[in-house]
C-alpha cells in the first residue's frame, strides 16, 4: 500500500499480519510509521520488517538501491521495534551475493547464499526480522521502573 504513513485508512486492530518492506529505511519518522503499524494491529498480531543491513556491502554501494535511505543493524531495528511495542521474536538475514551484475556472480547467486550465512553472516544484503505486537510490552523508557502494589493494610495492635 502507498499512503500517508502517519495515518493509515484503517480501523484499529484490523491486520494479524503486516510485511513491512523497506519501508522504514525510507521513512522520515520510523517511530510514527510504527505506531501508526501498531494501531492497526490486532492483539498479538505479527509484523515482519525487512530493512537493508547496515553491516552488508549492499548497503555501503551507492550503485544499489540499499545504498540509499536508512539501514539498519539487527540491534538498531530491535530495539526501534521495542519502543513501538513490538517484542522481536526472530531475525534472519539473506542476499549475501556481492552487488554485481557480473555473470558468473549472478549465476552463482545460490552458492553465495548458501555460504554467505556460513562464512560471513554478519553480510547479508538485508535483515529480516519478525515481532508480535504485545499490548503491555516493556520499553527502553519503562526499563527500570519498578510497579509499586500497594501494600496491604496492617492491623493496628490494641
Known amino acids: 500500500m ?4 502517519g495515518r493509515l485508512p484503517f ?6 499480519r503486516v510485511l513491512l518492506v523497506h519501508a522504514l529505511e525510507e521513512t522520515h519518522a ?6 501508526e503499524i501498531w494501531r492497526v494491529m490486532a492483539p498479538e498480531g505479527r ?14 554501494s551507492d550503485a544499489t ?7 539498519y543493524s539487527r540491534t538498531q531495528l ?7 511495542m513490538f517484542e522481536p521474536v526472530a531475525s534472519a538475514r539473506a542476499l549475501y551475493a556481492p552487488p554485481s551484475a557480473w555473470s558468473p556472480f549472478v549465476g552463482a547467486a545460490d552458492a ?7 562464512l560471513w553472516p554478519a553480510q547479508g544484503g538485508v535483515l529480516l526480522m519478525e515481532a508480535v505486537k504485545r499490548l503491555y510490552a516493556s520499553t527502553a523508557r519503562s526499563e527500570g521502573r519498578v510497579l509499586l502494589a500497594k501494600a496491604p493494610a496492617r492491623a493496628r495492635e490494641p
Not at 480501523?11 to 494479524?16: E, M
Request: proline fraction near 4%.
Open 30 to 35: 520510523a517511530a510514527a510509521l510504527l505506531r
Open 78 to 84: 530491535s530495539g526501534l521495534l521495542t519502543d513501538a
Open 112 to 118: 553465495f547464499e548458501r555460504v554467505g550465512e556460513l
Open 65 to 71: 538501491p540499499f545504498g540509499h535511505g536508512r539501514p
Open 47 to 60: 509484523l515482519v520488517a525487512i530493512v537493508a543491513n547496515r553491516w552488508s556491502f549492499w548497503a555501503q
Open 11 to 16: 480501523v484499529d486492530a484490523i491486520f494479524d
Open 2 to 5: 502507498l499512503g500517508d504513513e
